[in-house]
């Protein structure tokens, strides 16, 4: 049974300790503070890749045919999927705050009549700029469908179907198109690791040097010990993700329309998920070489390529189970909801629950593997 009456004396101790560690290992320094504002300055700079689904919205107010004709011909593929329909203007802002929707299409009334008279009419394209990439790629693949559209509705339109059919667009969050603004805040959760790895090797260390197995001849309990690195690290985190904000806002000049205590609140609760899956990492790794190897692939490669950093999480359902098994994947939610987007807490409960969930989960377990280990 995994003890509860903690001596704070003891865990201030152990704290104390890992503090004057970090600070005194130039190398765990460099990971735990250092690396992620680094990082997040050399990564930021990132590639893009296309994107192959984007879920849309549409508001027609004109009603006729011919709008039902257009949508049909924007959604004849399988990269828009219509995910609502709206009413009110005021809907379009609770979609792009949920993350339901990338893109929401304005028919005006009139449509048909300013098309069908030989005229030129508009349609309004709103994208959730915030994911800029996504974007960006999804008002082209539009204008080339409309323009498409366009073509067949008047043959020999084709290169000026624009002039008939004008797309107005305009993107929340990020009126620029600004694919930084939307990076930056998105590489948070991969940057922020590294306090994570720093801990997971700090602890195979300790395997190897033989110092875990000192604890059994002292009073230190199990909880006590792990709630000790958890602390040190977790500090130690926030300070980095305090400079990774600087240098997003500064360097990179994304703005920040949410709260900071908001910000530092869901970091502390992403930083208490993957410290304590780093804990469980630590005890089955064999060596710091094989940590770093478990770390790197459990938090950093699948940052990139599937959290949805720089494609959306695929619609596959393993694909998408095993995305949002990743604290990645809900911290650049977070991420991204906050700087952009301003979001409180309150409306970031699912993905917050999420990760602290998996740190609950992963510390039970790390406390079971260390009292077996010294028993």
Request: glycine fraction near 6%; hydrophobic fraction near 55%; aromatic fraction near 10%.
């Amino acid at each position: 049974m995994v003890p509860v009456n903690l001596s704070p004396s003891r865990l201030l101790t152990i704290t104390r300790k890992e503090f004057d560690h970090i600070f005194r290992d130039p190398r765990l320094l460099f990971l735990v503070i250092t690396a992620p504002a680094f990082l997040l300055i050399t990564f930021s700079y990132v590639f893009s890749m296309d994107v192959d689904r984007v879920d849309i919205a549409v508001r027609d107010l004109d009603r006729t045919s011919l709008s039902r004709d257009l949508l049909d011909a924007i959604t004849a593929g399988d990269d828009f999927v219509v995910v609502s329909r709206v009413d009110r203007q005021a809907e379009i802002e609770q979609l792009f705050a949920r993350g339901m929707a990338d893109l929401v299409l304005v028919i005006p009334r009139g449509f048909a009549e300013a098309v069908t008279g030989g005229g030129s009419a508009q349609v309004q394209c709103i994208a959730d700029g915030a994911d800029a990439i996504t974007a960006n790629q999804a008002i082209a693949l539009l204008g080339s469908r409309v323009e498409a559209f366009v073509a067949d509705l008047r043959p020999g339109a084709a290169g000026g179907g624009l002039d008939i059919l004008d797309i107005r667009d305009r993107a929340w969050y990020n009126e620029t198109m600004d694919s930084m603004v939307s990076m930056v805040p998105g590489m948070m959760p991969i940057i922020l690791c590294m306090p994570s790895l720093a801990l997971t090797l700090a602890l195979a260390r300790e395997k190897e040097t033989g110092s875990l197995e000192s604890l059994v001849a002292t009073p230190v309990r199990g909880t006590e010990y792990l709630l000790g690195k958890l602390l040190a690290y977790g500090v130690g985190g926030l300070m980095s993700a305090a400079l990774a904000w600087l240098v997003a806002t500064v360097w990179f000049r994304v703005p920040f329309r949410g709260s900071l205590m908001t910000y530092f609140l869901l970091t502390a609760d992403y930083l208490f998920g993957t410290l304590a899956i780093s804990i469980v990492m630590a005890h089955l790794a064999r060596s710091q070489q094989t940590a770093m190897f478990l770390i790197l692939m459990i938090f950093f490669v699948p940052g990139f390529f599937i959290s949805g950093l720089i494609m959306p999480v695929s619609n596959e359902p393993v694909a998408r189970a095993i995305a949002h098994l990743l604290p990645a994947t809900h911290f650049m939610t977070i991420s991204r909801a906050v700087f952009l987007k301003g979001l409180r807490a309150a409306a970031l409960w699912r993905p917050a629950l999420a990760l602290f969930g998996m740190g609950a989960i992963a510390f039970t377990i790390s406390l079971v593997q260390f009292e077996k280990k010294i028993a």
